[in-house]
Nanobody, 123 residues
Framework: QVQLVESGGGLVQAGGSLRLSCAAS????????MGWFRQAPGKEREFVARISQRGRNTDYAKSVKGRFTISRDNAWNTVYLHMNNLRPEDTAVYYC????????????????WGQGTQVTVSS
């Protein structure tokens, strides 16, 4: 069983930056595809970014491409989401997720989830 714990959320002004971290334990981290999703109040959870096991392949939602960067450090069992030029519409709870055997953009395909970290961007 894999446990995921996110950190790094907070309140930031528009145009600012944050780095989210997700620490994994209880499994073989380097075998997992990792993703970040977010959910704003009253909206469905949406895909933000994903990264392959060794970090060679990444994908981003159109809304964050060019502003967000996903990365991972398999030595530290951690995946990151670097967020630059934040906008008020980026306000949401951000979730880290792990996929054992797929390469999906869809939240229901992910096997393990963290508890989420709140990101609030003020205008």
């Amino acid at each position: 069983q894999v446990q995921l714990v996110e950190s790094g959320g907070g309140l930031v002004q528009a145009g600012g930056s944050l780095r989210l971290s997700c620490a994994a334990s209880g499994g073989t981290f380097s075998s997992l595809r990792m993703g970040w999703f977010r959910q704003a109040p009253g909206k469905e959870r949406e895909f933000v970014a994903r990264i392959s096991q060794r970090g060679r392949n990444t994908d981003y939602a159109k809304s964050v491409k060019g502003r967000f960067t996903i990365s991972r450090d398999n030595a530290w069992n951690t995946v990151y989401l670097h967020m630059n030029n934040l906008r008020p519409e980026d306000t949401a709870v951000y979730y880290c997720a792990a996929d054992r055997d797929g390469w999906s953009l869809v939240s229901r395909d992910y096997d393990y989830w963290g508890q989420g970290t709140q990101v609030t961007v003020s205008s």
